[in-house]
């Protein structure tokens, strides 16, 4: 399986993210946002860090790219895109997931470790993982997931919700809310489900001794869905 | 010629910063300041001399960069 790594200025977990895609398996290549065309891939992911330094908004200098453009059109024509911390921002920028990451509720940068409860299992990214919910990674300052109260309505109805924030039981209420995420979003889909953005860092917890392993199972899952 | 456009967040959209500045000035004994919303301001300098043409630009520019219609308005000035 092939995947594609984008690196834009400031991108700051692409090599993590190339670490982890190799350990499970992926035939992983860095692309350069400057770059015209992705190489074939069966998976494109967009990396966490602070892309063209956050500048205006963050993700939307990298939802303009050069780059982007074949990422819309792979993620149109029906391939897997997902995109972390970061990348769920541009992904929001580009228009290709509904809504936008604002500025935490606290006005702190939050880095510590999260519990996630998987939402919906109808898809290439958790469908074989037999866990509720996953210990992850966040790291960020503007990760306070927001839409419109008809696009919230839209993404419920089409089960668009991936994981939302909780405590180790899966309880996913206010109390358990890190950064003022509406409903705890953690992250989305698109409609179709081949898209997937998400604030925590999967690429963080695939090593027993450093961190945690339920990234593992997110990576395992992804090779042997794909 | 110079186009000017201020971006603010729409009504009902949760500007924490806004509210650390209003607290802060209510600290600084500027009691009466209820509220503070932070937005953004832009000098865009148009190679076009004809302003309704510059401006209509400017127009897609901010719907298309500059503000983000999910939680932004915009004001070309």
Redesign the interface.
Known sequence: MKSSVIIFPGSNCDRDMDVALKKFGFENQMVWHNDAKIPKSDLIVLPGGFSYGDY??CG?IAG?SKIIKSVIDFANSGGLVLGICNGFQIL??TGLL???L??????NFICKNVFVKIKNKENKYFKKIKKEVLELHIAHNEG?Y???ND?LKSIEDNDQIAVTYCDHKGNDDEKNNPN?ALKNIAGIFNKDKNILGMMPHPERMIDPFLSGEDGSLFFENLIESL | MKVKVIVTLKNGVLDPQGKAIQQTLNGMTFDNVSEVRQGKYFDIEVNESDESKAKSQVEEMCKKLLANLVIEDYEIL
């Open positions: 205006l908004r939307s303009k929001t920028e509904p809504g936008i604002q500025q935490n509720k606290y006005l306070n927001f839409c419109s696009e003022g």
